[in-house]
């Protein structure tokens, strides 16, 4: 069963900050966040794997709640680059077999 | 770092025709190798695992004799979607991984296949 995302779109200013959410009803062994620009294939951005950990990667971070099955991706002081489609992927198991949310659109404008 | 080259990158083809995709990881070997479907502003859908020198694994609801999949070897796994419809019309795309752990996995670039 696919994880919802939240929101489905988000408008930011550069600089600004923004949460993209993303819940599962089963209990999960990682958490995947890729970004998808138009027409190109998903950059990996960073892997959660349980045990409630939070990571980042520049001004991205994203953290896991296992308890909660849910992660959350923070974009901080928002750049123009960071505009595309966000995707979480959740695993169960260590397979690798990925369930993806249906995507959240972020736009950064000047 | 990790590459996955996807080909063709659009294919038009003709109802009733087949069509292959091909996915090769170009600089590391991937015993396990995903193919997606994505319709336009949705979610990547998985649709079947493909193994190295085994048969694919697929998905509920995909029907494994209207999308062959072959993983030939380690760099390369074909997904051939045979007597296309218009309802195959989608955006295919596959990915790969190597090592466990925090690897991520490494997409293609994508095939847009119309069919007419």
């Known amino acids: 069963q696919q994880p919802v995302q939240s929101p489905q779109a988000v408008i930011l200013r550069e600089g600004e900050d923004a949460v993209i959410n993303c819940s599962s009803s089963k209990a999960l062994y990682s958490v995947h966040w890729y970004r998808q620009k138009h027409g190109e294939a998903p950059v990996f951005l960073m892997i959660?794997?349980?045990?409630?950990e939070q990571k980042g990667h520049d001004k991205i971070s994203a953290s896991f709640n296992e308890k909660k099955q849910q992660s959350s991706l923070y974009l901080t002081a928002s750049q123009l680059s960071y505009s595309g489609t966000y995707f979480c992927g959740t695993g169960v198991t260590n397979d690798y077999k990925l369930s993806f949310g249906a995507g959240t659109t972020v736009t950064v404008r000047a | 770092g990790a590459v996955v080259s996807q080909h063709p990158s659009w294919v038009i083809c003709k109802s009733g025709t087949s069509v292959k995709i091909e996915c090769r990881s170009l600089d590391f070997q991937a015993t396990t190798m995903f193919w997606y479907r994505q319709f336009p502003k949705q979610s990547l859908m998985l649709m079947a695992t493909?193994?190295?020198?085994?048969?694919?694994t697929y998905e509920q609801g995909v029907e494994k004799d209207k999308f062959l999949i072959n993983h030939a070897s380690l760099t390369l796994s074909t997904l051939t979607v045979t007597s296309a419809h218009p309802e195959d019309s989608s955006f295919y795309i596959c990915s790969a991984f190597w090592g466990t752990g925090y690897s991520p996995l490494h997409f293609g670039n994508g095939t847009r296949l119309t069919v007419t």
């Open positions: 959660l794997l349980k045990g409630g």
């Open positions: 493909s193994n190295e020198g085994s048969k694919a």
